[in-house]
C-alpha cells in the first residue's frame, strides 16, 4: 500500500495537479496546461509525464503511490468512462483505463464539479458531513452531490446537473444546454448579469448599476451598499436559486449545502437572499439543512480527486 | 444463514406481510390489521406475533429466517431510526431495536415508498436498473430513489420526497405539508381532480366530466373518449409532472423512472402527457430515461422489505 495519492483537476486551460500522503495531508500542487488540440489527446500523457517529473524530483518510488485521482468536465461514469467532454475535445473512452496504461498506478475519474464537491466534504466547507450538496456559481453552475459519503455519478455520470434544472417557463433566451428557463440562466455570474441588465433596461429606478461594467461582482459590491436595485436583482436571484436548491433537498436530504465559485466571493450575503426562498419552499424534513460557503476554492478538485482514490483502497 | 426473509409493508389501516426465500422467490402473503391507538405502541408486536404464528403454522424454524424488513410511513434513516409517523402514532424510535427486541432476528427499516421502489427495481417496473425514480400517485405523491442499487435515504431519512417539490409559485390554496405549490397538489389523485374541478369552473367548454363524479380516474377516462376539457387537465398535470421529474433526473440520472400508485392504473397514456414536458426540460444526459409502469402495485412494500435484509447480508 503506497504512501501517496496525486489528485488531479483537467480545466480547459490548465490542468491543477496535487500530492497528498494517505493521511489526507496536503504536499504540494503545481500546474500544466490543458492541450485541448488534437482532440485533447495529449492531455492524458501530459498529465502521466508531470507525474512521472515530480516523482523523481521528490525522490518517490513509483511503489509508494497509491493512486491517481482525475476529475474533468464532462459526464464520467462510475467506471471512469467519460462520455465526450466537449471543451476538452474528448469523445467517449475509459480516462480510467488510458491514464493507468500511461502511469501503471490505479486511475479512478469522476466529473470535476462532483469531484469538488468530495473535496469540500473532506476538507472544505462540508468538512463532517457525508451528505452533502455543493453549488458552483461561476460562468455556469455546477453541482455535485455527496451520499453517505460516496458521489452520486447516475446512471451515465450525469448526476448533479442542479444548473439545468428547469425554473422559469417563461424564459426567451437559450441556455448553453439547448434548453430554456435552466438555473444556470439566472443564479450563475452571466445569470446574474444577465438579471441585472435586465431590471436595469425595465425599471426606471436609479442605482449605482447605471455607471460601470455589470457583473456578479458589481452587483453584489452594490447590495452592500444598499442600491435598492441590486437588491431586487439579489433577491430574483435568491428567489431562483433558493426555490431550486429546495427541491433539490427534496429529492437527496442532504445535512450541509455548500456554495462555491467565483460568485461565492460575496459572501454569507449571498447565504442571506437564498435561504428565505429555500425554508419556504422545502419539505420540512430538509428545512433545518445548514448552508456554507465553500473554503477550498481552485484546490476542491485536486482535494477531491485524492479523495477518490483513498474511497477506493480496500 | 437463514433460507427465509419476511417483509412487512406498515399502512394506516393493515400491515401487508410477506415470505420470501433467500432467492427472491415470493411464498406467501398475509395481512393483520394497523393498530394505531396508544401512540402506535401495539404495531410492532402485533407484527413480531403475527410472524411467530406464521413460522409455527409453516414448521420453519427462526435460525432459517435471515431476517425480517420493514417500511412504514414516515422519515427513516439508514440506522432504522423513524423520525415521527404521524399516521401510526408513532414519535421518534429505533423501529430495528424495537423488533429485532420482539423477534430476535435481524431487522432493517425504511420510509414505505423508498421500500417499494426497491421492491420495483428488485421485482417489478424497474427490473435490470440500479438507478431508479419512483414516483407513486395516490392520494399524495411519493417518492423512492434508488441509486447503485441503495435506497438514497439522506441524512434523516427524508430523501425522495418528490411529492413536496416546489413547481407553482401562484398557489393560493396548502399542501398537507404546510406549503405552497408542491408537486403533490397537481399530480396526485387528489390534484388532478382539483386542476379538473378548477378547469370545469373556469372555462365554458363542454365535457362529459360535467356529469358525475370527478376523480382522477374519470378524468383519464374522459381523456381516453377524446374530452377537449379533460385533455386540458392531462396536459397540466404532465406539465407538472414532466417538469418536476425533470428536476429529479438533473440531480439522480436515473436510468428508469416508474410510474406508480392508483393513478397509473390510467395506463401507458400518462406516460404520454408526462414525456413531452420531461424531454424539453431535462437535461440532455438523462433525456433518454426509460419511463415504465409500476408492476407489483400494493405488494410493492414487501417485495422491497424483503430486499432491504437480502441487501444487509454481507
Redesign the interface.
Known amino acids: 500500500m503506497g504512501k501517496y495519492v496525486v489528485g488531479v483537476d483537467v480545466g480547459g486551460t490548465t490542468v491543477k495537479l496535487g500530492f497528498f500522503d494517505t493521511e489526507g495531508v496536503f504536499l504540494d500542487k503545481w500546474e500544466i496546461p490543458t492541450r485541448v488540440e488534437e482532440e485533447g489527446s495529449h492531455i492524458l500523457p501530459d498529465v502521466a509525464e508531470s507525474i512521472k517529473k515530480k516523482l523523481e524530483e521528490k525522490r518517490i518510488l513509483f511503489e509508494d503511490v497509491a493512486g491517481v485521482g482525475i476529475g474533468a468536465p464532462g459526464?464520467i461514469d462510475?467506471n471512469g468512462v467519460v462520455?465526450k467532454a466537449v471543451n476538452l475535445g474528448w469523445n467517449v473512452f475509459s480516462i480510467k483505463e488510458k491514464l493507468e496504461e500511461h502511469l501503471k498506478l490505479p486511475v479512478m475519474a469522476g466529473n470535476d464539479a462532483n469531484v469538488a464537491a468530495l473535496g469540500e466534504m473532506w476538507k472544505g466547507g462540508g468538512l463532517g458531513?457525508r451528505?452533502l450538496v455543493m453549488v458552483t456559481l461561476g460562468t455556469g453552475v455546477g453541482?455535485g452531490?455527496i451520499?453517505?459519503g460516496r458521489i452520486?455519478?447516475?446512471?451515465?455520470?450525469?448526476?448533479?446537473?442542479?444548473g439545468?434544472?428547469?425554473v422559469e417557463d417563461q424564459e426567451a433566451e437559450v441556455c448553453g444546454?439547448?434548453?430554456k428557463?435552466c438555473l444556470e440562466q439566472y443564479a450563475s455570474a452571466t445569470g446574474i448579469t444577465r438579471l441585472a441588465n435586465r431590471k436595469l433596461k425595465e425599471s426606471g429606478m436609479d442605482s449605482m448599476l447605471r455607471n460601470g461594467k455589470i457583473s456578479a461582482r458589481t452587483v453584489f459590491d452594490a447590495v452592500k451598499a444598499k442600491d435598492a436595485l441590486a437588491m431586487e436583482v439579489a433577491e430574483e436571484f435568491g428567489r431562483y436559486l433558493g426555490?431550486g436548491l429546495?427541491?433539490?433537498a427534496?429529492?437527496?436530504?442532504?445535512?450541509v449545502i455548500v456554495i462555491g465559485g467565483g460568485v461565492s466571493n460575496a459572501g454569507e450575503i449571498l447565504i442571506d437572499y437564498i435561504r428565505p426562498y429555500y425554508e419556504?419552499?422545502?419539505?420540512?424534513?430538509?428545512r433545518s439543512v445548514k448552508f456554507s460557503l465553500a473554503t477550498l476554492g481552485n484546490d476542491a478538485g485536486i482535494y477531491g480527486a485524492a479523495k477518490l482514490v483513498l474511497d477506493s483502497r480496500p
Do not use: M, Q, R
Not at 452520486?152 to 442542479?162: V, Y
Not at 419556504?280 to 430538509?286: I, L, M, N, Q
Open positions: 459526464p462510475s462520455y458531513s451528505n453541482g452531490i451520499v453517505d452520486l455519478t447516475g446512471f451515465t455520470g450525469a448526476g448533479g446537473e442542479i439545468h434544472i428547469h444546454c439547448g434548453n428557463g426555490n429546495a427541491g433539490v427534496c429529492v437527496v436530504n442532504p445535512e419556504k419552499s422545502v419539505f420540512h424534513g430538509s
